[in-house]
């Protein structure tokens, strides 16, 4: 067993994908970095802190990224965002099997925050186009520095979501949360409450992931497998069940909730008896209690 | 601009829009068509009840009147900050709106976006910029983070960052940056009326942001980056 967590975003590329057939495309030797960093006189990346490509996964043609979190938590600047949209208008030109995009990335790059914002909603865009035209995007989330911000949306937006237990999804970090509302709205060192909040259990059982699996390259590689049909073009009657869906949670939830944990609160009313011992359950046992 | 003030002059007297809070809605006629308008005013932070909001909006638009223009009038402080949020799913319900607005425009539905006051990451990324195009009057304040905190999270001297804003639109927050990034496709000054029947007329349904930055000499790469990856052998 391989930690995914622990690998770098090339080691993933190495270990997910069919031995050798990753090819890369704006490698590294072609040195295309960010403008904007070096003039800020911060290190810059040959990638940009992203490498894209095609591959085999378990034979099927796939393009795919990976983005890189040790380089700026994976923060999208202009550069590593037009590469993410470069790779999906070629996958909608091209129709490789799936898209697979192995997330790892704190949202925009703030020191090149106007480009990085308008860049991930470029992605958006594009990611949606390649949607539409039937051809699915998996989103791999299983990184240290989780998938969140205009990423997290971006995620969201992806046909497939397979998530590990100790990956992250969402918007707003906690370490900003606290800093705006302060340590009693959300104590960003309370690890537990984190992936409570945040985490790959927590998401499964909401639905907002679609596949829960081990910190474990080999599983992640075998759910990515298993999702290259999971194509799901979105429909006005699939929105309306998503809006259904969304409104009926925000009523679940109550208002007052008395000092009492709200995600054991959350997954109680979503149908989950055993909401407590969900923390220390294994990644099977949470498998067992998808209701949604 | 005051939301008041803005939809009169863009509907007249009788424009029928009304506020909820912090949530904006009205059918109203434009040059004798409807037209949906949706939106928020008082700088709303976006948590998972607006954004729920402003998607119910968009999806009546498309059940009910197919082809029907939509006017996303934009002032927003951003994503809402809070805990509870995140554990509801924030970035689902943004990414449902997104999608929302995404499905009316593949539809056929014009997707016009205005930043008519302030706009902030999150709360815009699924709205103004998942438009077919957004526009912005020009004393709107467009930015990701104020540069006090931007120094404080990328640990870089705050006085560096706004020397740097004066020359780098990557940078500076701004209405007029996001035009020469393309984000923007253009400022609405003097008839609002004339600049809202333009954009109904002549706003592309393609993205072409990347290329009107390059166009426009602030956002260089982008352009150039996505046709490399294109053309890669």
Same mark, same amino acid.
């Given at each position: ?5 622990? @690998? ?8 997910? $994908? ?17 403008p ?9 990346? #040959?990638?940009d802190?992203?490498a ?10 796939? #393009?795919?990224a ?13 550069? !590593? ?9 070629r996958?909608?030109?091209?129709r490789?099997? %799936?898209? +697979? ?9 703030? !020191?090149?925050a106007?480009a990085?914002?308008?860049a991930?909603?470029?992605v958006m865009?594009?990611? +949606? ?9 998996i ?5 240290a520095?989780? @998938? #969140? ?5 971006? %995620? ?5 979501i ?6 992250? $999804? ?10 705006? !509302?302060g ?5 960003s =060192?309370?690890?537990a ?17 679609d596949?829960l699996?081990?910190d474990?390259?080999? %599983? #992640? ?9 999971a ?5 006005l ?12 949670r925000?009523?679940a939830?109550?208002a007052d !909730?008395?000092d ?5 609160? $959350?997954? =109680?009313?979503?149908?989950v %008896? ?5 923390p220390?359950?294994s *990644?099977?046992? *949470?498998?067992a209690?998808r209701?949604l | ?11 007249? /007297?009788?424009h ?12 109203v ?8 308008v ?7 932070p ?19 009147? /197919?082809?029907?223009p939509?006017?996303?009038?934009i ?24 999608t ?9 539905h ?6 008519y006051?302030?706009?902030l ?6 709205s ?8 912005a ?15 404080r999270?990328t ?14 639109p990557?940078f ?6 996001y035009?020469?990034m ?6 609405w ?11 109904l007329?002549?706003t ?22 996505m ?5 890669a052998?």
């Amino acid at each position: 067993m391989i930690s995914y967590a622990e @690998c770098s975003a090339r080691e993933r590329l190495a270990l997910l $994908l069919d031995p050798g057939s990753f090819h890369e495309w704006l490698p590294p030797i072609e040195r295309i970095t960010s403008p904007h960093l070096a003039q800020l006189g911060v290190p810059s990346a #040959f990638d940009d802190g992203v490498a894209i490509g095609r591959a085999t996964l378990d034979g099927h043609s796939v #393009f795919v990224a990976a983005q890189e979190g040790a380089f700026m938590g994976g923060g999208v600047g202009e550069v !590593h965002g037009a590469k993410l949209t470069g790779l999906l208008q070629r996958a909608l030109r091209d129709r490789p099997a %799936a898209v +697979l995009l192995l997330a790892e990335s704190g949202g925009v790059r703030l !020191h090149e925050a106007n480009a990085g914002l308008i860049a991930v909603s470029e992605v958006m865009r594009a990611l +949606l186009d390649v949607r539409a035209a039937g051809v699915p995007v998996i989103v791999l989330i299983g990184g240290a520095n989780g @998938c #969140f911000g205009g990423m997290g949306i971006v %995620a969201r937006c992806a046909d497939h979501i397979v998530m590990s237990d100790v990956g992250r $999804l969402a918007m707003s970090g906690p370490e900003v949360i606290e800093a705006s !509302h302060g340590v009693d709205e959300f104590d960003s =060192r309370d690890r537990a409450l984190v992936w409570r909040t945040t985490g790959g259990k927590h998401r499964w059982i909401t639905g907002d992931c679609d596949a829960l699996v081990e910190d474990d390259v080999t %599983a #992640f590689r075998e759910a990515a497998i298993a999702a290259i049909g999971a194509a799901n073009p979105l429909t006005l009657e699939a929105l309306e069940d998503e809006h259904v869906l969304l409104t009926g949670r925000l009523f679940a939830l109550p208002a007052d !909730h008395a000092d009492q944990d709200e995600a054991l609160l $959350l997954w =109680r009313a979503i149908g989950v %008896a055993v909401a407590e011992h969900v923390p220390a359950m294994s *990644v099977e046992a *949470v498998r067992a209690l998808r209701i949604l | 601009m005051q939301w008041r003030s803005l939809v009169l002059q863009l509907f007249g /007297p009788y424009h029928g829009m009304r506020a909820e809070d912090d949530f904006l809605q009205g059918e109203v006629m434009f040059d004798g068509a409807p037209l949906t308008v949706v939106g928020t005013t008082n700088h709303a932070p976006i948590g998972v009840r607006l954004a729920l909001a402003q998607a119910r909006v968009v999806l009546d638009t498309i059940a009910k009147h /197919p082809g029907r223009p939509l006017l996303l009038l934009i002032d927003t402080q951003g994503q809402q900050l809070r805990r509870r949020d995140e554990l509801l799913g924030i970035n689902r319900a943004m990414a449902h709106l997104g999608t929302t607005i995404d499905l009316a425009r593949r539809r056929g539905h014009r997707v016009i976006g205005l930043v008519y006051d302030q706009a902030l990451s999150g709360g815009f990324i699924t709205s103004g910029l998942i438009a077919d195009a957004c526009y912005a009057l020009p004393e709107a304040e467009i930015r990701v983070m104020r540069i006090p905190a931007m120094a404080r999270v990328t640990k870089l001297p705050e006085a560096m960052l706004t020397a740097l804003s004066q020359s780098n639109p990557v940078f500076a927050p701004g209405v007029q940056n996001y035009v020469a990034m393309g984000g923007v496709r253009a400022l609405w000054q003097g008839d609002l009326q004339a600049a809202l029947r333009d954009a109904l007329a002549h706003t592309p349904t393609e993205d072409l942001r990347a290329r009107d930055g390059a166009e426009r000499g602030g956002r260089r790469l982008a352009a150039t980056v996505m046709q490399c990856v294109l053309d890669a052998a």
